[in-house]
């Protein structure tokens, strides 16, 4: 029953994505849910802070190169990494190289096997960044206007 409530409560969150092994990872209000076949269990992401979609575009998932799931907060810069295979979850505060008096969170996450690197985006200021590999630093690479909530993706 509370797993049927959890994975319900996932697929209302925006983020969901398969990996290699067909296990499907959405986002719930206290983590992440990874579910395969029959089986769900919730990964909960310590100290994870997010805004609600009235407020701001949800946070997001992605999958990495080494299969790992990495989840944004929408709000401060900050990654959670859980790992495939063991679902241990690391906490990686990022060193922003500029906006420093900003609330800067990430709104869409990519990675560019080409520049070895995350690509992310905050909606909220309109800029995009470029997040080493080791998830500790992110530059800012671009500035648009911002996006505001009529860019969130649809749930």
């Excluded at 990654?79 to 190289?97: I, K, P, Q, S």
């Excluded at 709104?107 to 080409?114: D, F, I």
Aim: a positive charge; one cysteine or more.
């Amino acid at each position: 029953m509370v797993l049927r409530r959890v994975f319900f409560l996932a697929l209302f969150m925006v983020g969901l994505t398969c990996d290699a092994s067909e296990r499907t990872w959405a986002l719930a209000r206290d983590g992440v849910v990874v579910r395969w076949g029959r089986a769900a269990q919730l990964v909960p992401l310590p100290d994870w802070q997010w805004a609600e979609r009235a407020y701001a575009c949800p946070p997001v998932l992605a999958l990495g190169p080494g299969g790992e799931v990495i989840v944004t907060s929408n709000v401060v810069p900050t990654l959670w990494r859980v790992d495939a295979r063991t679902l241990r979850v690391t906490v990686h505060r990022l060193e922003l190289d500029a906006d420093h008096d900003k609330d800067v969170g990430f709104t869409s996450l990519r990675y560019s096997a080409a520049e070895e690197a995350w690509i992310a985006f905050s909606a909220g200021h309109g800029s995009t960044w470029r997040i080493d590999r080791g998830l500790a630093r992110a530059r800012k690479i671009a500035e648009h206007q911002p996006a505001g909530r009529a860019a969130c993706p649809i749930a």
